[in-house]
């Protein structure tokens, strides 16, 4: 079904709360696991995602 909410992975649980740190995107993607090539783009995705969001909101 396209659009389903997925629960969020690891890295993605990891990547919220890392945010949550300095709420740099590009860090909290490095030190949640994801390449440091790529994580600067996977930050910047991430962050748009609505179930990341209220992760992130859950989380404070």
């Known amino acids: 079904m396209a659009g389903a909410k997925r629960?969020?992975?690891?890295?993605?649980?990891?990547?919220?709360?890392?945010?949550?740190?300095?709420?740099?995107?590009t860090q909290a993607a490095i030190?949640?696991?994801?390449?440091?090539?790529?994580?600067?783009?996977?930050g910047y995705e991430l962050l748009k995602k609505p179930e990341i969001q209220a992760e992130i909101v859950s989380t404070q």
Do not use: C, V, W
């Open 7 to 25: 629960p969020l992975n690891d890295k993605q649980r990891a990547f919220a709360k890392e945010y949550l740190i300095d709420l740099n995107a």
């Open 31 to 42: 030190r949640a696991g994801y390449s440091e090539r790529t994580a600067g783009q996977i």
